[in-house]
């Protein structure tokens, strides 16, 4: 079975996301296969760890917004989260200063009191959309950022700034670099969806 990820609004919402903070393997359309495994601790969530000297409630939130959004069918695409990981190493310092130790506690702080109905909305959603596997990662993300992001801590809104700008530029990769015809224009159809 495949442990669960999340971009929810961080790399974080960044996991996706301190997200979505969060963030090439092909994806194979018709079915969920190892490419598009879901997210407890993705390379996207290390790079960013061992790319800046994180405070300790940005470190929470990136290890533990997997095991909050523990979900069971919602999967994001490896060719994602490797999309991520060179957006993340494109961040300027201003947007590097986004990631604080109080936006990360308001962050942590809403992810514990929300994760149940994050996950399974989640999940439905992914459950609910058409194949292939990108287009189902696209339509439960960014459905499920846009119902719960007026919800989330003003103190957190800078780490949203950071996260959407990396799932702008991953979506737009990927949006020209995706194997599969159906992919790039789900990838182009989100990158500014939210």
Known sequence: MNTSRILKRSALAGAGAAGVLAVAVTVIPQEETPAARSVKSPPLLAALTQAASLPFACQEAIFKTGDQF????????????????????????????????PACAAWNSWATANSSAVTGELDSR???????????????????????????????????????KVWTEAMTKLSATASDATCRTSYSTAKNAW
């Open 126 to 164: 992914y459950r609910n959309a058409a194949l292939p596997v990108c287009n189902k990662f696209t339509v439960a993300t960014v459905g499920t950022v846009r119902k719960f992001s007026p919800n989330t801590p003003a103190a957190a809104r800078g780490l949203e700034k950071v996260v959407k």
């Open 70 to 101: 523990a979900t069971t069918r919602y999967a994001i695409p490896d060719e994602f989260w490797n999309a991520a990981v060179a957006a993340l190493g494109s961040l300027t310092e201003t947007e590097r200063a986004e990631l604080t130790g």
